[in-house]
């Protein structure tokens, strides 16, 4: 008995190990076959993005885009672990950086209360527009896929008119560029020099990055809250058995879903760009879907595939000047969350399938062994 | 009030009651008739003749046509029970399978085809991935549009490149879709409109921008609205089709192959989206550029909620979020002000409409925003244009509040189905 037990737990290891690596080589196969068929040759891409991750500017980057990935793979993965689709986290944390960023050039307060005030304007901002998928799901019924689709293009509009010189924006200098004033040096939040040889300096808001990974494995794995809602996630109808308000939990998981979005453009903002402009980074909602998707919304997980995430990304950037299209990383990028997703859906079939396979064994060696005294 | 009996209390009238649902195309045909009208006397009254003129008209059709079929594409799909996000990724398949075909052939007809293939293609994925390996149809569909987004944007920089007049985000102008002829048999419909006569004046100018210089990929395109709805509804392929998304467990058992089926639903999709790609490639403009398809995919899956998951329903959301669409190209900040009224008005109809129904609160509701929009109206003198940008958006979140009841997605939708299971 002990003997099946420890085999099946070395089998669990080996298959939640197996499912990724499957994945990325198979997606490393297939890209390789594009780069085949677009004349251009793997063996020269990999040495180039190789060779760019050698360099601490590049090495910086990766940290730095890592760090809003995390976010917003973290605010994905609250209505993950939930049954919930957040497909608006996009609409969420530019709006609320737009927000955030026009409170924080507008009030003149002391450094800490400063960034404080800010972030808070980003959280509410972030959980408030959640909040309309949220309520539209609980009175309405509404899937929130398309409310939160429909409000991360309502969200595009509500900023390109917002962002305007008579609302919230100011020319920016030297260019025909607008953004929100300034956030003036009490708001900022400086950077960190943890990588030695680059000019550019990690965010100082990578430690927030860490802080919410670890509150929300925190929240999930021991906190009451936490595992109601993730009983809601694994089985709405056992959930209600046991007590649990569904609605409310919908409500309060797209809440908190929402503010961690609203967190996703503050390293940039109070780190970087201190002003949204029309060039604020967007789509980083989607990024985070595909890295919630790859970490098994896991908090450690989740850190793995945006810092992989963040390599492809920076990485790739050195791949034009090589003239290789460097938009090969984003179809390498798809094939992986493709390939991620059907392989651990294979391994989940073929764990049920062990697993009715053991069971069926044991109770067939169990009545034998009953039978032969009688 | 009776049921029977004529109904002459204009074009506006009470639809027929909700229980009778085959009546899609009277009901959208006086929902036009009624749009018109309305359109009509608010032109009248804010003395912009735009909103309603044979340019406008002509360009709505055009914005509408890749918001259909990519609607289209989603009503296969969900009709067979496999939600399909990846309408944006297989759209934006089919602006760069469209464009290189056309070049390659120099046919704009063959580059469509292409275009339906390089969808098709997608479609055939989100298949695989969704009903062989049963993986979320959401994931799959997110994935879709990131790797549809990639490969574009990658072969676009390895082919359009180096030909003479592209670049890594464009292709070089493509062959011209020819238009159907309509040999001045259109032109006494440009008089009638410049006469300036209240309605028919209106009514010619909508006939003629509908009729005149048509590229013949948009005759295809409307005619698949009633050939879908044909297929779907009146063939027994159709109903084994529906009936995957309505209850697979009975489909199989009576012996229709369901994983087969939904395969089909899901591939048509992605061709019909990827025609939609090629379209806005072809004939809209005439080039292919990186993110061309600007979401349209997703207002292709809104247009099709709001038709409640029918074709002349759709046919009907997708003219007018073409509609809006239009008029935000066109520019014109008065003619959006102006639509304001028209909103003000139609509430106010609906309010009215739904008094006689006897459901007091829609009533009240729909009075009060009625009132509401008006008093906007006369407050402001300009509507910023990207209210406009999200206005199908916004209809769509009211639409799915407001009338949930009334909506009926297929019983099936966007579960997982696995032969033996459940």
Redesign the interface.
């Known amino acids: 008995m002990n003997r099946w037990l420890s085999r099946d737990r070395l089998n669990r290891a080996v298959l939640a190990l197996a499912a990724p690596l499957l994945a990325i080589v198979v997606s490393l196969v297939l890209t390789t076959l594009?780069l085949l068929l677009?004349g251009y040759s793997p063996s020269k891409t990999i040495s180039v993005m190789v060779e760019a991750a050698d360099r601490p500017r590049t090495q910086t980057q990766i940290l730095n885009t890592a760090t809003l990935y995390y976010l917003s793979a973290v605010a994905v993965a609250i209505g993950f672990r939930m049954n919930l689709?957040n497909?608006g986290v996009d609409g969420q944390y530019r709006l609320a950086a737009l927000f955030a960023a026009a409170v924080g050039g507008a009030v003149s307060l002391p450094a800490p209360l400063h960034v404080f005030v800010t972030l808070l304007t980003a959280v509410l901002v972030g959980a408030m527009w959640a909040g309309i998928a949220a309520v539209?799901k609980v009175t309405?019924?509404?899937?929130e896929?398309?409310?939160t689709?429909?409000?991360n293009?309502?969200a595009?509009?509500?900023i390109?008119?917002l962002l305007n010189v008579d609302r919230l924006a100011v020319p920016v200098a030297g260019s025909n560029n607008i953004g929100t004033k300034p956030i003036p040096p009490s708001g900022q939040v400086p950077g960190i020099s943890l990588i030695s040889g680059s000019s550019v300096k990690v965010y100082g808001l990578i430690v927030l990055a860490i802080a919410v990974g670890i509150g929300y494995h925190i929240f999930l794995g021991r906190t009451r809250l936490g595992f109601d809602l993730r009983a809601t996630g694994l089985s709405e109808h056992a959930a209600v058995a046991s007590g649990v308000n569904v609605k409310r939990m919908v409500l309060l998981a797209m809440l908190l879903s929402g503010a961690v979005a609203g967190l996703v453009g503050m390293p940039e903002l109070l780190g970087a760009s201190f002003s949204y402009a029309l060039n604020f980074p967007a789509g980083l909602g989607?990024t985070g879907?595909?890295i919630a998707?790859i970490g098994r919304n896991r908090a450690v997980g989740m850190a793995v595939a945006a810092l992989f995430w963040g390599f492809l990304d920076s990485a790739g950037n050195a791949l034009d000047i090589n003239r290789i299209?460097k938009?090969?990383?984003?179809?390498?990028?798809?094939?992986i969350?493709?390939a991620v997703?059907?392989a651990y859906?294979?391994v989940r079939?073929y764990r049920i399938a062990a697993e009715q396979r053991r069971v069926s064994r044991e109770l067939a060696t169990v009545p034998a062994a009953e039978e032969v005294p009688v | 009030m009776s049921t029977s009996g004529l109904i002459v209390s204009g074009p506006e009238a009470p639809a027929p009651s909700a229980r009778v649902r085959r009546t899609d195309w009277r009901v959208l045909l006086i929902g036009f008739f009624g749009l018109l009208t309305v359109l009509s006397v608010v032109e009248v009254i804010t003395g912009d003749n735009s909103l309603v003129s044979s340019g406008q008209i002509n360009a709505a059709v055009l914005a509408a046509v890749p918001i259909g079929l990519a609607a289209l594409g989603g009503l296969w799909s969900e009709r067979a029970g496999v939600v399909n996000i990846g309408l944006e990724g297989m759209m934006i398949l089919g602006t760069w399978f469209g464009a290189w075909g056309a070049l390659q052939f120099d046919n704009p007809w063959i580059g469509a085809l292409v275009g339906v293939i390089g969808g098709a293609l997608g479609g055939l994925l989100h298949a695989v991935a969704t009903v062989t390996f049963g993986v979320d149809q959401i994931v799959s569909g997110v994935a879709i549009i990131l790797l549809g987004t990639g490969i574009t944007q990658f072969l676009s920089a390895a082919v359009f490149a180096d030909m003479p007049g592209g670049g890594e985000i464009q292709s070089p102008p493509l062959p011209r879709m020819g238009t159907i002829p309509t040999g001045g048999l259109t032109d006494p419909l440009l008089t009638l409109e410049r006469k300036d006569i209240f309605l028919v004046s209106d009514l010619a100018g909508v006939l003629y921008g509908l009729f005149t210089g048509m590229s013949q990929l948009t005759l295809v395109a409307i005619l698949l609205v009633p050939f879908t709805w044909w297929v779907l509804w009146r063939t027994a392929f159709g109903l084994r089709l529906r009936s995957c998304g309505e209850h697979p467990v009975a489909a199989e058992s009576l012996g229709v192959n369901v994983y087969y089926y939904k395969y089909v639903a899901v591939t048509i999709s992605g061709a019909l989206s990827g025609l939609g790609g090629a379209f806005l490639a072809i004939v809209m403009n005439n080039q292919y550029r990186d993110g061309q398809t600007a979401g349209r995919g997703f207002i292709g899956l809104a247009a099709m909620i709001f038709g409640n998951w029918r074709p002349a329903g759709l046919a009907g959301g997708a003219g007018l979020f073409g509609y809006m669409d239009a008029m935000r190209l066109r520019g014109g900040s008065a003619a959006v002000h102006a639509l304001l009224l028209a909103f003000a008005i139609g509430l106010a109809i609906f309010a009215i409409w739904r008094y006689y129904k006897g459901s007091r609160t829609a009533a009240i509701a729909s009075g009060v925003a009625a009132i509401g929009t008006y008093l906007v109206y006369a407050s402001t003198d300009t509507v910023p244009q990207q209210f406009l940008y999200f206005a199908p958006h916004i209809t769509t979140l009211i639409v799915l509040a407001m009338f949930s009841q009334h909506l009926r997605m297929p019983a099936a939708d966007g579960r997982p189905y696995r032969r033996g299971e459940e």
């Open positions: 594009v677009g689709f497909i539209l309405r019924g509404v899937s896929v398309i409310s689709i429909m409000l293009f309502i595009t509009g509500l390109a008119w989607f879907i595909a998707l299209p938009e090969i990383v984003i179809i390498l990028q798809g094939t969350v493709l997703v059907i859906e294979l079939r």
